[in-house]
């Protein structure tokens, strides 16, 4: 499956209410949907004069038909429209929701950029090719290396790749910002707020602000595309803990995930604060969270035995996992074939949810208590597990298979969350590492997609 578009191309169709539509034939002047390609997605315009629905769609030869697979805004509040009787046209057209230009709109895949920058990312891992360069998908690869820090301590939570390619550290227990530059410059600078344990995981939002989570501050930090750093008030806080990771809606809207906290808490954005009430809630319940093809936003279960998950229209739903225990993940990562993958920190085995929402697990080569706190996906399609305590990294292919390697650097709670960085190193984000440590997945190579991908924690 790829992403494809082709100029002039419109249909009619007759179907009524919200399911596939059946396609007739190409409109005076203009190309057959057949030229997307049979299984292919395209974008799509579907209007009757009145009623109009934009969104992404998979093309299919048999039966000339095109699915919605995901609108991106309609006449009826942005929801499928429920059409009636009588020919509509339909188009190949790009929603304006893909095509911001310079800084990230959306995410639809733990990677910080817009969506039809994710598609092209995602047709090019499944090809195993990315900017002219070919990747061995089941190769071990990578380089690893450790540098300087300006300022160590158990300091901080993730990070958060910034507009500018800047890598900013979430500040956990830390009285100073620190960032690395594009260029591999390690500096600091002032917060506006400290406190301890003050905040874990971070967002980048469709304005260029970076937004960290707060987790026992009591008000909001974030950080303009122009490097000021100011506060926000928020509607509810607890020195307990109530959010570890953050994720950004296709509508712009930031969800706070709920770590211990009894509602979940989001910024819209035009920068309101709301709550909206959860279905489960528990101690250390949930870290992290990953934003899957169809808009919904899944929490990644840490004591939580149930999964949680919020929909694009904003209804929270539970749903059964196949494995559970004590601080089982943290942090979770979605695959080029569209499955979320839950990060093991204390699990002895992997659990993802493919694409069309089933649950399964699978084996790992090395499992411990606290092994991994997030992850980062490679341009090459393999998922790294980001080391917490483990002595070992580890990172399960496209194809899933799953593999070890060696550490230049480990320590017990040394990183927490990664990210990648467009010419193609990932960083691990120090927790209580002294150093830090980064792969070079493709050393000398620009990404060529004009893209810059981040781990969960620039998500959850």
């Avoid at 008000?219 to 509607?235: A, D, E, F, I």
């Avoid at 930031?254 to 489960?280: D, E």
């Avoid at 969270?289 to 929270?316: C, E, M, T």
Wanted: glycine content about 14%; hydrophobic content about 35%.
């Amino acid at each position: 499956m790829a992403l494809v578009l082709k100029n002039r191309v419109k249909s009619s169709t007759t179907t009524t209410g919200t399911g596939t539509l059946t396609l007739g034939a190409a409109a005076a002047g203009y190309q057959d949907f057949s030229v997307i390609g049979d299984a292919n997605q395209t974008y799509y315009l579907i209007t009757d004069g009145i009623n109009w629905e934009t969104g992404l769609g998979t093309y299919t030869s048999s039966g000339t038909t095109l699915s919605r697979d995901q609108v991106y805004a309609s006449s009826n509040s942005n929801a499928l429209v429920n059409w009636g009787a009588g020919t509509k046209d339909v188009l190949c057209a790009q929603p304006s929701a893909v095509t911001q230009p310079g800084i990230p709109f959306c995410d639809d895949s733990s990677i910080d950029t817009d969506l039809s920058g994710w598609s092209a990312l995602q047709a090019a891992l499944n090809q195993g090719v990315v900017g002219g360069q070919t990747f061995n998908n089941n190769g071990v690869g990578g380089i690893v290396s450790t540098y300087s820090l300006a300022y160590t301590g158990a300091a901080w939570g993730g990070g958060v790749l910034g507009p500018n390619g800047d890598i900013y550290f979430v500040p956990y227990i830390t009285n100073r910002g620190q960032k690395i530059s594009a260029a591999g410059v390690v500096s600091t600078y002032s917060l506006v707020y400290t406190a301890s344990s003050a905040y874990f995981g971070g967002v980048l939002a469709a304005n260029g602000d970076i937004h960290f989570v707060p987790l026992a501050a009591n008000r909001g930090q974030k950080v303009n595309s122009s490097g000021v750093v100011s506060t926000y008030s928020l509607v509810y806080t607890s020195a307990s803990g109530v959010y570890r990771g953050g994720v950004l809606a296709p509508n712009g809207d930031i969800h706070f995930v709920p770590y211990a906290a009894n509602r979940g808490q989001k910024i819209s954005a035009s920068g309101v604060v709301s709550t909206y009430s959860l279905i489960y809630t528990t101690a250390d319940a949930y870290v992290g969270g990953v934003l899957a093809p169809n808009g919904d936003i899944h929490f990644v279960p840490n004591f939580a035995v149930v999964g949680q998950k919020i929909s694009a229209s904003g209804i929270v739903s539970t749903y059964s996992l196949v494995y559970t225990t004590s601080g089982a993940y943290r942090g979770g990562v979605i695959s080029s074939n569209g499955e979320i993958h839950f990060i093991p920190s204390s699990a002895n085995r992997g659990q993802k949810i493919s694409a069309n929402g089933v649950v399964s697990t699978y084996s790992l080569i090395y499992s411990a208590v606290g092994a991994y706190y997030g992850g980062v996906l490679a341009p090459n399609g393999d998922i790294h597990f980001v080391p917490n305590s483990a002595n070992r990294g580890q990172k399960i292919s496209s194809s899933g298979v799953v593999n070890t390697y060696s550490l230049i650097y480990t320590a017990s709670s040394a990183y927490s969350g990664g990210i990648l960085n467009s010419n193609g190193e990932i960083y691990f984000i120090p927790e209580d590492g002294f150093r830090g440590q980064k792969i070079s997945t493709n050393p000398g190579q620009p990404l060529g997609l004009g893209v810059c991908l981040s781990s969960f924690l620039n998500k959850f």
